[in-house]
C-alpha cells in the first residue's frame, strides 16, 4: 500500500517494513528549528495498516483530513492509523506552525464529498456543526490563521503573536486576551483538547492549538480571509 508523505512541495515515499521519521532529523527534516523534537513523528505499516506516532516527549500534532471529517489530537506515545486519501497533519513548535499531507493511494476509507456550511445569522454568530461563534470570536481565530490559510498545504506558517493579532484587528492586547479566553473556554467545554492549562502547566501554546483545531474542522477557510479583510480596522463598539 503506497504512502507518500508532501511537505514544502517535496514528495517522499516512506518504504514499506520500515520505520519513516519526521523531525529536526531522520528521514524527512522538517526544519532546523530547536524547538522541534529530533524525533518527533514516525510513520511505519503493521498488517497493512500504515500507523502515524508520536515519538516526542512534549509537542502534540493535529491529525485531519481536507473536509473536517476527522480530528484528532496526537499526544505524546500516541498512534493512529492512516485511513483517508488525504490525511493532514499540523504541529506548532515554537513560533512556526508545520503541515504535513500524507497521500494514501489505496485508504480504507472513502466517503462521498461533505460540504460543511456556515450559517450566518442577523445578529452576526456563525454557527458551524454545533459550534457558535460570534463576529469577534471569528475574526481573532482568522488573524491567527492567517498565514496558514494563505501558505497552502504542506508548507509552514510563523503564528502570529497576541500583540501581531491584535494590532492586525484593532484592538488592544488586553481585548484580543479577553476574547481568546472566551473562545478557547467555549470549545473546551465541547470537548476540544489542548486549549486549557493542565495543573501545574500554562496553556502557553493555545494559541497554536486554537488554529490546528479551526483549521483541522474547517471552522476558517480561505475563503473566510474577507471577512477579516472587511473588518472596521479600529472597533469603535468597545473602547481599548
Given at each position: 500500500m503506497g504512502l507518500i508523505v508532501e511537505f514544502a512541495g517535496t514528495e517522499t515515499v516512506p518504504a514499506s517494513g520500515e520505520t519513516f521519521v519526521i523531525g529536526r532529523e531522520g528521514d524527512l527534516v522538517v526544519?532546523?528549528?530547536?524547538?522541534?523534537?529530533?524525533?518527533?513523528?514516525?510513520?511505519?505499516?503493521?498488517?497493512?495498516?500504515?500507523?502515524?506516532?508520536?515519538?516526542?516527549h512534549q509537542l502534540a500534532a493535529t491529525v485531519s483530513d481536507p473536509l473536517g471529517r476527522l480530528e484528532?489530537?496526537?499526544?505524546?506515545?500516541?498512534?493512529?492509523?492512516?485511513?483517508?486519501?488525504?490525511?493532514?497533519?499540523?504541529?506548532?513548535?515554537?513560533?512556526t506552525t508545520y503541515e504535513l499531507l500524507l497521500r494514501h493511494d489505496e485508504p480504507a476509507f472513502r466517503a462521498s464529498p461533505l460540504d460543511i456550511q456556515a450559517v450566518v445569522d442577523p445578529g452576526g454568530e456563525t454557527t458551524i456543526g454545533r459550534i457558535v461563534l460570534t463576529l469577534d470570536q471569528r475574526l481573532l481565530i482568522l488573524a491567527l490563521a492567517e498565514a496558514g490559510l494563505t501558505s497552502g498545504g504542506g508548507a509552514s506558517a510563523v503564528?502570529?503573536?497576541?500583540?501581531?493579532?491584535?494590532?492586525?484587528?484593532?484592538?488592544?492586547v488586553t481585548k484580543f486576551n479577553r476574547k481568546l479566553d472566551n473562545v478557547c473556554d467555549k470549545l473546551s467545554k465541547l470537548g476540544v483538547r489542548g486549549l486549557q492549562g493542565d495543573v501545574g502547566r500554562l496553556a502557553s501554546n493555545r494559541r497554536a492549538r486554537l488554529v490546528e483545531y479551526s483549521l483541522a474542522v474547517r471552522l476558517v477557510t480561505r475563503e473566510d480571509l474577507v471577512v477579516l479583510d472587511?473588518?472596521?480596522v479600529v472597533d469603535v463598539r468597545e473602547p481599548g
Open positions: 526544519d532546523d528549528n530547536r524547538f522541534l523534537h529530533r524525533q518527533f513523528l514516525t510513520l511505519s505499516d503493521a498488517t497493512g495498516v500504515w500507523l502515524l506516532a508520536n515519538v516526542g484528532a489530537f496526537l499526544g505524546p506515545g500516541a498512534v493512529l492509523p492512516i485511513v483517508f486519501e488525504t490525511t493532514v497533519v499540523r504541529f506548532t513548535a515554537g513560533p503564528l502570529p503573536t497576541s500583540g501581531q493579532a491584535a494590532r492586525r484587528l484593532g484592538w488592544t472587511e473588518a472596521t
